[in-house]
């Protein structure tokens, strides 16, 4: 079936060190695979995505890699800062409508 | 520019009562919609999509139905609630290029 699995559920890192969160997808059709961060109380907000015709994408401290012949990707966050503590979300697209998350992971930067 | 309103952005609602929540996109025309809950520290969950003015796919069973009266109307109701409704309620869309999703801020319910 349709399912995206997210590790870990929880990071705890020292800042200025990096966080990497992995997720994994059933469905080897999908093609887009996006990143959200959610902070308390608000909506996910799209922080990066790539898809699945380039391996890796990096935007400034946070990039993105695909493998999809394992059907995993990743995300890295370096040099972390106490601002990017908060709820991340992994999603993998199994239709042209249809995206579904994993089940997030609560990443605390310590300062 | 495209933006999403979602409302209430909080509600107490008893056992049994009915719930309505609304949400309405601007700046786009025949956007996807879509209603997720996200349960407390929880992932989320795709509850209902639609792809056209009274067009909805439904993905669970539930308690909860979804209706699209208008081309950026979506709302999310539910006849009696049950506490098992509690959660945070979530509101996307998509662009018209691509599969990117875009979130409103949410409506807290809380069933007691």
């Known amino acids: 079936g349709e399912n995206v699995e997210q590790h870990p559920s929880t990071l705890s890192v020292q800042e200025g060190d990096s966080a990497v969160i992995k997720c994994t997808y059933s469905d080897s059709a999908s093609n887009y695979f996006p990143w959200y961060k959610q902070e308390l109380g608000k909506g996910p907000q799209l922080i990066i995505d790539?898809?699945?015709?380039?391996g890796e994408k990096k935007d400034q401290r946070i990039a993105v890699t695909l493998n999809k012949t394992a059907k995993h990707f990743s995300l890295h966050i370096t040099e972390t800062q106490p601002e990017d503590s908060a709820v991340y979300f992994c999603a993998a697209s199994f239709s042209s409508y249809k995206l579904i998350f994993g089940s997030g992971t609560r990443l605390l930067v310590r300062p | 520019s495209q933006t999403i309103h979602q409302w209430p952005a909080t509600l107490v609602q008893p056992v049994g009562s009915p719930l309505s929540l609304e949400c309405t996109v601007e700046?786009?025309?025949?956007?996807?919609l879509y209603w997720y809950r996200q349960a407390a520290g929880r992932g989320l969950q795709l509850l209902f999509y639609s792809i056209g003015i009274d067009q909805i796919s439904s993905e669970v069973p539930q308690n909860l139905s979804a209706s699209r009266p208008q081309d950026r109307q979506f709302i999310l109701s539910s006849k009696k609630l049950l506490l098992s409704d509690s959660g945070f309620y979530l509101c996307?869309?998509?662009?018209?290029?691509?599969?990117?999703?875009?979130f409103g801020e949410g409506s807290w319910l809380t069933v007691v």
């Open positions: 790539i898809r699945s015709n380039v």
């Open positions: 996307a869309w998509i662009t018209g290029a691509g599969n990117t999703i875009y």
């Open positions: 700046g786009t025309s025949n956007p996807n």
